[in-house]
């Protein structure tokens, strides 16, 4: 049974694959060759059935221009490559020269903006020129996606489909930010043909948010097609899942069963690294990621999240040894560029970083997490606006990244702009809801703009997140002193002293779990002169004696209170 | 001894007192034309399904015809007398353009003869050689030349060459000496142009430099009506504007095609593919099939031309410009194409094809308003205002008549936002081109600019009585009354410029600011979801203009209360113009607003609903993750190590504040621990 479906799955790969690469989408060509290779092998090398559907007249008729235009493409000469397209009839043929107009496109924004800029969007941040010239150049180029979508539009209304023109209208509505349009689209597409992997990461980057996520995948389900049942729905579900964070033991099930049918396929290694990063297990990402390099040593791509994650693992010969390693493989590459500058971070060179993190994102300006980390280098050079800027950039190319979100809040929380904070922590916080650095930053953005009700809520939240992580088996409370103290000093604003003293305490209480800090002294010194004040000097001399922490005024003060309380009690 | 020529009448040409004719009449006798052409109507050509409304004459025809007949074949029989054969001789020199001959011996034929249609002749000869005022002359010489038909008219001919309007128009007489004779019934018999028609033609065009445009056009459309094959009329009609597109299409039914004998189908089809395509696109469009595939003209210049006129209005620049460049590729320097070709090439930023065009232009025909014309809209093109009005105002030097410089030269102004020079130069246009709405149309947008609003909509209503199915004037309207908060009103005139629209390629700007501002008047209404309908698509297609409507739909979402959204979008807004202060402004005011919904706190709360089972998914592991990163749950160590937690950045913002207290703080505490 499983081998039937083993042999199915071996033709339609094989079919996706040369199809795609035929139609220069060279990605998902790779990503199906891939997935091929790692099927089981079979016992005895056999034939692959494929079935390849007939083709039409118009594509026979088309079929020696459509082969010089792909030789143009080889060549880089896409405009050649469009112009010679013109009039092909065929669905695909009027693909090959959309995609290479599309390509142009990209290539002539980049070329005329220095690089610098990001079609669809905004003009520049870095390095502000302040050209209007550009921004017609772009206007110009962006007309041209315009004319690209009606003309795809116009195919589809003489009754044809055609799975790649879809997905192409799909790429261009999701640069253009329209993000329910390219579902449509990316859908249909993949209803033709699913095994083109780059139209499900489309998909996977149109979906900003984990209801619509969640939504959009039910909508899957219940449409009954034969979609659900794909095994490529099986890999859009592990890879989105994955993305938000959504570590659950499903996921875990059909990534399982899907390396049974893969087992030698490493993008699912990946994934499993990428689950086990986001779970912050990181020995176990590390050696399953050092597993991915035995097997194909050669092999760059997210490898530049590995180097993030030894950077947090502080290991540094072995980030230096991936410097070094990924630079000999191709020092051109924007994974390359990433991990060199992450070494450089390391070693505090945060300008070289910059540098590095500058150079991939000229390679390759769509580069998820260069934007990200170059705005963390910014902040270190205590540049907050070019900080922002990064940020900005990064999570207008993937606002799904949380630690931009964050970025950009603490940035404005650095320039005092308590409002534009508090919205991107609220975003951050969407995205990474059980992160109570999250919730402290909102509660102290609230705080700030004398929000004291919401800024206490927030602060409970990461108080409840807090507890889930750190409740022991033995069931001993325990919690971050400084989110009880902040709770403990609104409250006290608010004038509810049963809620300070409540707090109070329970900030004082974790001293020993997580030793004497400024907070739990603070709230010890609080204790100690409630104590006073309410006569229980017994109370409050034991607060106070051995007070020592805190700058010299509060010291002083306990001093003195401890001094009060003996005398009084004496008496 | 001299045989006298025939006396022509207002209903000949020149064909018939043409030597050359006279004598080709022998060669009738050897193929004699087929008299049932036209006698008889081609079946179907008389009740085309193209106009009902025609006149049928042909009984007129039919009585006036054979005794034409009978004379020519008189007159073959004779043979040729002395004079005749100098005026072949004369005339052959005249067409090869033998100057010396034909003035020489033409004079010699009018010595002989005094025949005031030798005199025409040899006038014709001096007219050839630019001596206008001694053709005048001649033909004014003897009072029999001047009871000529001809010579009349070549007199005023003359007289307008030598721009002696007064004097042309006593000559031609104020108005259409024949108009009783015959109510343009009779045929003419020649096959050439009658000389009333052209009579009349002459009369239109000296109104025309008199500034008297309304009689101008009744001259021409007389002229046409008196002879359909008077297309001078007809051009100067049509190319003028002198009409209004409904007016066009009137006229063109009331024509008489039989003029055209059997070419009358032809004639009418070629006609009405150069009326407005403003109107009636389906018969145009009908024309324009039965055209190429009946007569095969499909690749002829003036059939591409009409084509190429359509495209355009339907702001199909690409389109225009593939046609205008095919015509060009034929026929370099057609004149009647370049204004397309220019107002493609400027619309989609053909500079470096305008500068060429231009150049080619100026090196062959330094003379011609157009060339000047073509250098003021490339200095357009290039944003450099003051060269383009210079070159504009050259080319109206040149023809005073010439719509485009007028109208170029007005843009230079209002790109200037020189409102005021801008309307002058507009109301002269206006004046020129009584039959288009164009002129009207941007003073009511110049007046509108200037918040005039009275004035502006009075102009643009002038122009509504023009044209009313332009759709950027229906947009125009629509905007006067968003302004006036005349909001039913505006999206009425604006559904209607939708409808106008509906044959307009989508991608053009008229289109977008049509959706654009009845997504405005939606907004205003209170139709949030409309408007927000209205906003999407225009950003679907166009990213122009984009940060004022994505300002407008972060207010609509503001209203509506979705405030993430609002923020989301008005940031974009921002990020293509950072400077913007209305999006900044509702940007401020949003974030105001988010800070006092429970909007986040409700969303949130179903996140983290969502999120618990992870949550507790992970708590079996929480223990083992924390004990092995000291980093305790930190993603990303750039986050954890540059801010450590909100608190310090609390802190350092305040360290940043006061940098130097914070550090004797420190001291402080240094101190007392030493103790």
Redesign the interface.
């Known amino acids: 049974m499983g081998e039937t479906r083993n042999e199915k799955l071996r033709g339609d790969l094989f079919y996706a694959s040369t199809l795609l690469s035929e139609l220069h989408l060279f990605q998902a060509a790779k990503w199906c060759a891939e997935a091929l290779n790692g099927l089981q092998e079979p016992d005895s090398p056999i034939d692959i059935p494929i079935d390849v559907p007939t083709q039409s007249p118009q594509e026979l008729a088309d079929r020696p221009r459509v082969l010089l235009a792909k030789t143009y493409m080889n060549c880089k000469e896409f405009d050649r490559a469009a112009h010679v397209l013109k009039g092909c009839q065929s669905g695909n043929a009027l693909f090959l020269r959309l995609y290479s107009i599309l390509i142009l496109v990209d290539k002539k924004a980049t070329e005329e903006t220095d690089g610098s800029i990001n079609i669809g969007t905004f003009n520049e941040i870095i390095e502000p020129d302040g050209e209007t010239n550009d921004k017609e150049v772009v206007s110009g180029l962006n007309t041209r996606l315009s004319k690209i979508l009606q003309e795809i539009d116009a195919f589809h209304t003489s009754g044809q489909e055609n799975a790649f023109l879809s997905y192409l209208s799909g790429v261009i509505y999701n640069k253009k930010k329209k993000y329910t349009l390219a579902q449509n689209c990316l859908f249909s597409s993949l209803k033709l043909f699913p095994y083109n992997w780059s139209c499900w990461q489309e998909l996977i980057a149109s979906l900003n948010l984990l209801d619509d996520a969640l939504e959009f995948m039910n909508k899957i389900k219940s449409s009954k097609s034969s979609l659900s049942g794909n095994v490529m729905f099986q890999f859009f579900e592990v890879v989105i899942l994955q993305e938000f964070y959504q570590l659950l033991i499903p996921l875990s099930d059909s990534l399982g069963s899907l390396i049974s049918i893969f087992p030698k396929f490493n993008f699912l290694k990946v994934q499993q690294f990428l689950i086990a990063y986001h779970n912050l297990d990181y020995f176990q990402a590390e050696s399953i990621f050092d597993k991915i390099l035995v097997d194909d040593p050669l092999r760059l791509d997210d490898l530049d999240t590995y180097s993030n994650m030894l950077y947090v693992m502080e290991k540094r010969s072995k980030l230096s040894f991936l410097a070094q390693f990924a630079s000999t493989i191709d020092k051109f590459r924007p994974e390359t560029c990433c991990i060199i500058a992450n070494y450089h971070s390391m070693k505090c060179e945060h300008g070289k970083a910059i540098m590095y993190y500058k150079r991939a994102l000229t390679l390759n300006k769509n580069c998820l997490s260069a934007w990200t980390l170059m705005g963390h280098e910014f902040v270190e050079l205590k540049n907050s606006h070019a900080a922002i800027e990064s940020y900005r950039r990064a999570v207008d190319t993937n606002p799904k990244d949380f630690r931009a979100w964050y970025g950009l809040g603490q940035a404005y929380e650095v320039l005092d702009m308590h409002l534009y904070a508090l919205y991107y922590y609220q975003r951050a916080t969407n995205l990474q809801p059980l992160d109570k650095r999250m919730w402290q930053a909102i509660g102290n953005c609230y705080e700030k703009i004398d929000k004291f009700e919401e800024a206490i809520k927030s602060f409970e939240k990461a108080l409840t997140i807090d507890s889930y992580n750190n409740e022991d088996n033995d069931g001993v409370f325990s919690t971050e002193p400084h989110i009880c103290y902040r709770l403990a000093t609104i409250s006290e604003k608010l004038g509810r002293t049963g809620d300070t003293y409540k707090y109070m305490k329970l900030c004082s209480d974790q001293e020993y779990e997580w030793g004497i800090s400024d907070a739990t002294s603070k709230a010890r010194l609080w204790l100690a002169r409630n104590a006073l004040d309410n006569n229980r000097f017994e109370e409050a001399y034991e607060l106070a004696k051995d007070l020592n922490h805190n700058n010299a005024h509060d010291i002083e003060e306990a001093r003195s209170i401890a001094r009060d309380a003996r005398n009084r009690m004496s008496k | 001894m001299v045989h006298n020529q025939k006396t022509p009448s207002q209903h000949n040409s020149t064909l018939f007192i043409s030597p050359m004719v006279n004598n080709r009449r022998q060669d009738l006798f050897i193929t004699p034309p087929n008299p049932a052409s036209t006698l008889f109507d081609t079946p179907g050509s008389n009740h085309s399904l193209f106009f009902n409304l025609e006149r049928v004459n042909g009984e007129a025809n039919a009585s006036t015809e054979p005794p034409q007949q009978h004379s020519r074949l008189s007159t073959v029989l004779e043979p040729l007398t002395q004079a005749e054969k100098l005026r072949l001789w004369r005339h052959d020199a005249l067409m090869q353009h033998h100057y010396k001959t034909a003035e020489f011996i033409g004079d010699k034929v009018l010595a002989l003869t005094d025949d005031p249609n030798d005199a025409f002749w040899l006038a014709q000869v001096y007219i050839n050689n630019g001596s206008y005022l001694r053709a005048k002359l001649l033909l004014t010489s003897k009072p029999e030349f001047e009871k000529s038909v001809s010579c009349r008219y070549l007199a005023s001919l003359c007289l307008v060459k030598l721009e002696l309007w007064e004097d042309a128009l006593d000559l031609v007489g104020e108005s259409n000496p024949f108009r009783k004779d015959d109510n343009y019934q009779v045929r003419n018999a020649d096959g050439g142009i009658k000389l009333e028609a052209s009579m009349c033609y002459l009369r239109g065009l000296i109104y025309a430099n008199q500034n008297n445009f309304e009689k101008a056009k009744e001259c021409y459309k007389e002229a046409v009506l008196v002879d359909v094959k008077c297309f001078e009329a007809f051009n100067e009609l049509i190319s003028n504007n002198l009409m209004t597109p409904s007016e066009e299409w009137e006229f063109i039914t009331t024509l008489n095609y039989r003029d055209a004998d059997d070419n009358d189908e032809l004639i009418k089809l070629l006609y009405t593919s150069k009326l407005s395509k403003y109107l009636n696109i389906a018969k145009f469009n009908e024309a324009e099939t039965i055209l190429k595939e009946e007569y095969e003209l499909g690749e002829n210049c003036d059939i591409l031309l009409s084509k190429a006129d359509y495209y355009y209005i339907q702001c199909s620049f690409d389109e225009c410009l593939v046609v205008c460049e095919k015509i060009l590729s034929m026929d370099q320097f057609n004149f009647d194409v370049i204004p397309n070709y220019l107002s493609c090439l400027y619309e989609l930023?053909g500079k470096n094809k305008l500068f060429l065009k231009a150049h080619q232009l100026a090196e062959n025909h330094a003379n011609n308003p157009m060339t000047w014309l073509a250098i003021g809209i490339y200095y357009l093109s290039i944003n450099k205002i003051i060269e383009a009005r210079k070159f504009f105002s050259k080319a109206t030097l040149l023809n005073p008549n010439f719509g485009h410089a007028w109208i170029g030269f007005a843009h230079t102004f209002a790109a200037e936002g020189e409102h005021e020079q801008a309307i002058s130069a507009y109301a002269f246009a206006a004046r020129l081109f009584p039959g288009t709405h164009l002129p009207n149309l941007f003073l009511g947008m110049q007046h509108l600019q200037m918040s005039n609003l009275n004035l502006a909509e009075e102009y643009l209503l002038a122009s509504y009585q023009i044209c009313s199915s332009d759709p950027l004037l229906l947009n125009e309207l629509g905007v006067i009354n968003f302004h006036k908060n005349n909001l039913m009103k505006a999206e009425l005139f604006l559904q209607e410029a939708l409808g106008a629209a509906k044959y307009l390629n989508?991608?053009s700007k008229t289109w977008i600011s049509i959706h654009t501002n009845l997504g405005h008047v939606y907004r205003r209404g209170s139709q949030p979801y409309k408007a927000l309908d209205c906003f999407?698509q225009v950003?679907?297609?166009?990213?122009?203009n984009d940060c004022n409507i994505l300002s407008a739909m972060g207010l609509i979402y503001l209203k509506l209360g979705n405030y993430?959204r609002a923020?989301d979008i008005l940031h974009?807004a921002l990020?293509?113009s950072p400077s913007d202060p209305v999006a900044s402004d509702l940007l401020?005011r949003t974030?105001?607003a988010?800070?006092?919904s429970d909007l986040?706190?409700n969303?949130?709360d179903?996140?983290?609903q969502?999120?618990l089972?992870?949550?507790?998914?992970?708590?079996p592991?929480?223990?083992?993750?924390?004990f092995?990163?000291p980093?305790t749950?930190?993603?990303?160590?750039?986050?954890s190590e540059?801010?450590h937690?909100?608190?310090d950045?609390?802190a350092?913002?305040n360290a940043?504040l006061k940098g130097e207290e914070s550090s004797d703080?420190d001291d402080?505490?240094m101190?007392?621990e030493s103790d």
């Open positions: 930023g989508s991608d999407n950003l679907k297609i166009s990213n122009r993430f923020i974009d990020a293509i401020k974030l105001e988010n800070t006092s986040f706190a969303h949130s179903r996140i983290f969502l999120n089972p992870t949550l507790q998914h992970k708590k592991s929480a223990k083992k993750s924390k092995l990163t980093l749950n930190k993603t990303k160590a750039h986050l540059h801010e937690s909100v608190d950045v609390h350092a913002a940043l703080d402080e505490v101190d007392i």
